[in-house]
């Protein structure tokens, strides 16, 4: 039996590109621009599933859901989420305490949006949405991201067995 309590971190960054529907943190945020991606390319959501298998020992999400495979081609990034909380509860045995996640982007603004966010998350991980933290930053105007070409988003998981 190994420890009771595991800490996982998660990365991801999706291209922005216009008219694609902008998916992340579980809804859709009204912006010209959106993730290019196989999935639906909700950053915060990958980095969330990345931290979830972090924190379990169980790799990453390119391990669960390859990106050439044509059943995950469009897919809403929650059933992936979902699939992944199951997955470490099943396998490991592990429940989730808390997540807090950053996410790096210039435009829009998401402070109107973060509730929503955490609603719908909270619903996919079965936790309560206090157990959600979710914050927004813009880099500044420096890099990818403040040249609106990309969002990013990091995010840390606690599990509990
Ligand atoms: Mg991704």
Not at 7 to 17: C, E, K, R, T, W
Not at 76 to 81: I, N, T
Not at 105 to 119: C, G, N, V, Y
């Amino acid at each position: 039996m190994g420890p009771s309590f595991r800490i996982g971190f998660g990365y991801d960054v999706h291209q922005l590109a216009e008219g694609i529907p902008f998916a992340l943190g579980g809804i859709v945020v009204p912006y010209e621009k959106g993730p290019v991606a196989h999935s639906d390319g909700d950053v915060l959501i990958h980095a969330i599933c990345d931290a979830l298998l972090g924190a379990a020992g169980m790799g990453d999400i390119g391990l669960h859901f390859p990106d050439t495979d044509p059943r995950y081609k469009g897919i809403d990034s929650k059933q992936l989420l979902k699939h992944v909380v199951r997955l470490i509860l099943d396998k490991k045995g592990y429940n989730v305490v808390n997540m807090d996640a950053t996410v790096s982007l210039e435009r829009p603004k998401l402070r109107a949006h973060i509730e929503q966010m955490q609603q719908a998350l909270a619903h996919c991980m079965g936790v309560d949405p206090e157990c959600i933290n979710i914050k927004a930053t813009t880099t500044e105007k420096l890099g990818f991201v403040g040249r609106e070409e990309g969002v990013a988003a990091q995010a840390v998981v606690l599990l509990q067995r």
